[in-house]
Antibody, heavy 117, light 107 residues
Framework: DVQLVESGGGLVQSGGSLRLSCAAS????????MTWVRQAPGKGLEWVAN????????YYVDSVKGRFTISRDNAKNSLYLQMNSLRAEDTAVYYC??????????WGQGTLVTVSS | DIQLTQSPSFLSASVGDRVTITCRAS??????LAWYQQKPGKAPKLLIY???TLQSGVPSRFSGSGSGTEFTLTISSLQPEDFATYYC?????????FGQGTKVEIK
């Protein structure tokens, strides 16, 4: 079965850093784009970033450019999101999802990031 | 950035009702649109991709249509388990964006 399991969330002070991980299993990880999407408490979904199968292309929403870095390790079937200079508005549940041919079909259960000001 | 506007933002309906949600894009996105269902505390669940293709395992009462700038999600006969929030997402250009959501509640 396809599984995506996020980890690394927690409470961090404004200006701090956190690294999220997404462990993938049950599919050929290196064959999929991977995406991070977040959801602030009580709010809608916001696309954050994605990365090509081989890591050669990465895209970000403007609000995180220069602060967040998406990466992957295909040997470890893992996706990462390095988050620096965190702000209160980054507080959200962060989901990872796999995507192939415009079809984000499996999502993890999410990990909560809380940034205290 | 491409803006997606869903309407309505909220709707109250009864079991058995036919429900239609609209998603309008600020510019053309071909058929690169997905629809999701989300229940409280859960991850979004993909219902429709490529504007009109039903995801495997999703009941056939869900359908999607449209291309370009106007899209619809239809639930032909609302069931108790369908009360949730629905989102559209465009995957045509970066940054990818979501609609603001449509909450479907029991009348």
């Amino acid at each position: 079965d396809v599984q995506l399991v996020e980890s690394g969330g927690g409470l961090v002070q404004s200006g701090g850093s956190l690294r999220l991980s997404c462990a993938a299993s049950g599919f050929t990880f290196k064959s999929y784009w991977m995406t991070w999407v977040r959801q602030a408490p009580g709010k809608g979904l916001e696309w954050v970033a994605n990365i090509k199968e081989d890591g050669s292309e990465k895209y970000y929403v403007d609000s995180v450019k220069g602060r967040f870095t998406i990466s992957r390790d295909n040997a470890k079937n893992s996706l990462y999101l390095q988050m620096n200079s965190l702000r209160a508005e980054d507080t959200a549940v962060y989901y990872c999802a796999r995507d192939r041919y415009y079809k984000p079909d499996y999502w993890g259960q999410g990990t909560l990031v809380t940034v205290s000001s | 950035d491409i803006q997606l506007t869903q309407s309505p933002s909220f709707l109250s309906a009864s079991v058995g009702d036919r429900v239609t949600i609209t998603c309008r894009a600020s510019q053309g996105i071909s058929s690169h649109l997905a629809w999701y269902q989300q229940k409280p505390g859960k991850a979004p669940k993909l219902l429709i991709y490529a504007a009109s293709t039903l995801q495997s395992g999703v009941p056939s009462r869900f359908s999607g249509s449209g291309s370009g700038t106007e899209f619809t999600l239809t639930i032909s006969s609302l069931q108790p388990e369908d009360f949730a929030t629905y989102y559209c997402q465009q995957l045509n250009s970066y940054p990818q964006t979501f609609g603001q959501g449509t909450k479907v509640e029991i009348k």
